[in-house]
């Protein structure tokens, strides 16, 4: 049983030299621990699936600065503000206040700028309790020629709170245009602290256990972060990118089976002193065959090489995520998504559990096994009718191939499944 409510405002207004926007909303999340996990006798771990809420308060605010493009002498920034508090249902909670800006004044062909900002997040639940800040200041040199962009500054994140910390890292950014308008090579090397939260994790796996059960919340730091690639546009009508990068990371976050609880998920961290190592690939397209069809996708492959951890539970080497619009007449729109996800594998650290319909392998460490989650593929549709310029009626197909998939051990996704309604706007 799952339940997703939202709600919010939104707005946006011009104020001759500035521009504001502002949303402030609720959403609600609710779900079942229902995890199916039995002992080596058959006898099912989680017999009362306990519900799980997660309630999200948030705002968001920034002012812009209206630039005239053309000035060669033009002065730019922009101040934005975001705030959310969240919850669960085990007491834990999360609150976050952050503001960044940035300025920026052009000469001629040069930009001088700032980037700057301020995280202030708490979280904590019945029995743990942390303060993680994060202060970022990136100054920069922008080099703008007739077929070329340079930018050249570093990167200043200091973290503090219930512990501090401090980096300093490159930060340089390339682009040029190959072929104006169709080509454009692109290149970087940089460097950040990645916040870990609460609310992004548990967007992401709402089956954690409580912060004090597990490893708690630490940041991870990319040490050095090296992309490039080719990105443009054939006219109005194909555009794409691809782009490579190699990224030296510490304290990479990843989930586990619960050994108290093998319905849920504990965080487990990768090496925080030294650095794992991840190179990818991606790829993306947009084409618009027709004034009628539109076709996009996007396809990532990964290779991670890990100093602590067995394997990058639950992330894939290979991503693909495809989708497709029909325009088959104003009043009838069809858009059709495709994902497919390579192997996975989990962590089960109970040698209890009953792994029977899985392949597993036994690790070095007594007890602990990395179980194989297969591929999926999963297809949806759907067709919207508007039967007046306000109201809109709509039908989705979800798992149109009825796949038996997990994304994480235990947590079966929902077969083909129907969905309708009504919308309406004014």
């Known amino acids: 049983q799952f339940s997703e409510q939202q709600v919010g405002v939104f707005g946006r207004t011009v104020l001759g030299p500035v521009t504001l926007d502002g949303e402030a909303g609720y959403r609600r999340y609710g779900t079942r ?83 700057v900002s301020g995280d202030f997040t708490s979280v904590r639940d019945a029995s743990y309790n942390l303060a993680n800040h994060i202060a970022r200041a990136n100054p920069y040199i922008r080099f703008q020629g007739e077929n070329y962009t340079v930018t050249l500054g570093g990167n200043l994140v200091a973290e503090f709170g219930d512990s501090s910390r401090t980096n300093i890292f490159p930060s340089a950014e390339i682009d040029f245009s190959l072929v104006p308008k169709y ?49 443009g546009n054939v006219g109005a009508t194909f555009g794409y990118k691809v782009r490579a990068f190699y990224r030296r990371v510490e304290g990479l976050p990843f989930y586990a089976v619960s050994p108290s609880a093998p319905y849920a998920f504990n965080l487990i961290y990768e090496d925080a002193d030294n650095a794992s190592t991840i190179v990818g690939l991606e790829g993306e397209v947009n084409v618009r065959v027709s004034e009628v069809v539109t076709i996009g996708g996007k396809l990532n492959f990964n290779e991670f090489d890990l100093q602590q951890q067995e394997a990058a539970w639950y992330l894939p080497k290979m991503r693909l995520a495809a989708n497709a619009r029909f325009n088959i007449s104003d009043k009838v729109y069809i ?32 007890g602990q096994r990395r179980v194989t989650i297969p591929a999926f593929a999963d297809l949806s549709a759907g067709a919207e009718y508007r039967a007046t310029d306000r109201i809109g009626i709509y039908v989705r197909l ?29």
Do not use: C
Not at 79 to 99: C, I, M, P
Not at 203 to 214: I, K, Q, Y
Not at 398 to 416: A, I, K, S, V
């Open 33 to 115: 621990f229902y995890g199916i996990a039995t002992d080596q006798s058959g006898e099912r771990l989680n017999s009362d699936p306990a519900r799980q809420a997660f309630n999200d308060i948030y705002f968001t605010g920034e002012l812009t600065s209206n630039t005239d493009a053309q000035s060669t002498d033009a002065f730019s920034y922009s101040l934005k503000a975001d705030a959310y508090g969240y919850s669960n249902s085990f007491d834990t909670r999360e609150s976050s206040f952050a503001l960044s800006g940035y300025v920026n004044k052009q000469v001629n062909v040069f930009n001088i700028g700032l980037n």
């Open 183 to 231: 080509a454009h090579l692109f290149g970087g090397i940089t460097g950040d602290v990645n916040k870990t939260s609460y609310r992004d994790l548990s967007r992401e796996n709402p089956w954690l256990t409580a912060l004090s059960d597990t490893s708690g919340i630490r940041n991870s730091v990319d040490r050095m972060y090296i992309y490039g690639g080719i990105k």
């Open 398 to 426: 979800n798992n149109m191939l009825g796949t038996q998939y997990e994304r994480y051990l235990f947590y079966p996704r929902l077969g083909l499944n129907v969905i309708g309604g009504v919308n309406f706007s004014f």
């Open 335 to 366: 858009d059709g998504e495709l994902l497919f996800q390579g192997q996975t594998y989990g962590l089960i650290r109970d040698p209890n559990i009953d792994l029977s319909g899985y392949a597993f392998t036994e690790l070095s460490e007594a």
